[in-house]
């Protein structure tokens, strides 16, 4: 696993506006079938992580919970705990880096 490519290619993906953060953004994008890949944070609460998971689970989108706050939130410069990647290449990219 390359993490430091995926974080780096969350970055441009912040910077190329095909990313939603936040609890309730992520979420919406996740139902309405937007989001192609998710992160959470391994240091969320296990509140949010649940949530997440089993969202995720249901609408059949990959879930990644390989980094913490720290490294996401320096990733896209603001201080965020769960992202979802709505693009495509860039989701499809990051999963071939994270295997």
Known sequence: MQK???LN????ARRASRLV???NLV???IRSREAK???VANDASANTRKKFS??????EVPLVTEFSKMELSQAI???RSIIAVVDAGFAKKMQQLLT
């Not at 290619?9 to 441009?12: A, E």
């Not at 089993?54 to 609408?59: A, G, N, P, R, V």
């Open 4 to 6: 430091e490519a995926v």
């Open 9 to 12: 290619l969350l970055g441009l």
């Open 21 to 23: 953060t936040g609890d």
């Open 27 to 29: 979420l919406g994008a």
């Open 37 to 39: 890949l998710v992160y």
């Open 54 to 59: 089993d969202k995720s689970s249901y609408y």
């Open 77 to 79: 410069g603001s201080d």
